[in-house]
């Protein structure tokens, strides 16, 4: 099955291909976007073990294609791994009319992003997502960004890819660990825009049936982000909205050295944030419950009832959504549907109690 979405914002234009078995037609659709011959590809240790063969295999004919690799996990989203990425770009003597891919998980794929958006100020970059959290969310919408000791995702742009290519195929491959990191990321989009994604997703009681279903899920959380980013780009108004449970799912990323995964780190803040809503008033009676049980329903564990409230509200506070002594938290009225609530820094207390 075939499937594709085109987002069109101001002069980003570009398709998103999702096909199992992708991966044997890649140099005929990165043809389609790219005339030269000279690709740097992004990737990390543990993807380039798994793939970089059949990678090579259908680039290598076509295409002149360098290697860049980083170490895997979160930590190699920094300033001094990026330093090391615009090296080896100026070694391999990548050019503007060049074209770098990303090819791994939401850190490979942010950093990359990055490095191509400044690198000579600016090489057309293509995403090829290989994780679930990758493939569902952080591949599509421009976002861009390093981590800083201050915080997550402080220093970055808005950077949209020529295409982007996935292949749920590379999916069967990941640890259940990586699975659930994804699992958070796409239970945030049913909460926010669709109750009958989150009813479906409450149905689904197998890792094969998950798989059985895995291209049609896809599909559906691009095409919920396609529309927000296409009406709030730079993600000053309803994109917003993609950040349910990421104020307090960034903290508690800092705060645990990121030994959580993001989808994990997610789904405990939106547990916490609606626990919170709730308990005000802003929130049905019984959300938080079901919340809780798609949870579950996908074995992700938030038991993070022992962190230090003052250290999570310091990271939150040092967030880049923290405006004027403002932070914008995004809350559910009930599942499918949300709504973005400004509250003084002073106040945010209320709505981060474990």
Do not use: W
């Not at 094969?208 to 919920?224: D, G």
């Amino acid at each position: 099955m075939k499937l594709d979405i085109n987002i069109e914002k101001n002069a980003a234009k570009y398709e998103v291909i999702i096909k199992n078995g992708l991966i044997q037609n890649l140099s005929e659709e990165i043809k389609n976007v790219y005339s030269g011959k000279k690709i740097a590809v992004l990737t990390d240790e543990n993807i380039f073990e798994l793939y970089c063969s059949k990678l090579e295999s259908s680039l290598n004919e076509q295409f002149d294609v360098s290697f860049i690799i980083i170490k895997t996990g979160e930590n190699s989203k920094t300033l001094s791994v990026l330093e090391f990425v615009y090296a080896k770009l100026s070694e391999y003597n990548i050019q503007r009319s060049d074209l770098i891919i990303a090819f791994g998980g939401g850190v490979v794929g942010d950093l990359t992003g990055f490095a191509a958006s400044t690198y000579l100020r600016g090489i057309d970059y293509i995403q090829v997502p290989t994780s679930l959290i990758a493939q569902t969310d952080s591949c599509i919408g421009g976002k861009t960004a390093v981590n800083l000791a201050e915080g997550k995702n402080l220093a970055g742009s808005f950077y949209h890819p020529k295409a982007v290519l996935i292949d749920t195929d590379f999916l069967l491959t990941l640890s259940d660990k990586y699975i659930k990191d994804g699992m958070g990321e796409i239970i945030k989009y049913a909460c926010i825009k669709d109750l009958s994604l989150f009813q479906f997703l409450m149905n689904i009681k197998s890792k094969h049936e998950l798989f059985e279903n895995i291209e049609k899920i896809v599909h559906t959380c691009l095409s919920i982000k396609k529309q927000l980013i296409e009406f709030d780009e730079k993600d000053k108004g309803i994109r917003m909205l993609l950040n349910f449970g990421h104020t307090i799912g960034h903290a508690i990323e800092k705060y645990y050295s990121f030994q959580i995964t993001h989808g994990e780190a997610v789904a405990a803040g939106m547990l916490i944030i609606t626990k919170n809503s709730e308990r005000i008033g802003y929130t049905e009676i019984g959300t938080y419950e079901k919340l809780k049980a798609i949870s579950d329903n996908f074995n992700i564990q938030c038991n993070l009832d022992n962190y230090n409230k003052k250290e999570i509200k310091k990271y939150i506070l040092s967030d880049k959504k923290n405006l004027n002594n403002n932070i914008n938290l995004i809350l559910l009225k009930k599942i499918g549907e949300s709504f973005i609530h400004n509250v003084p820094v002073n106040a945010v207390d209320e709505f981060i109690t474990p």
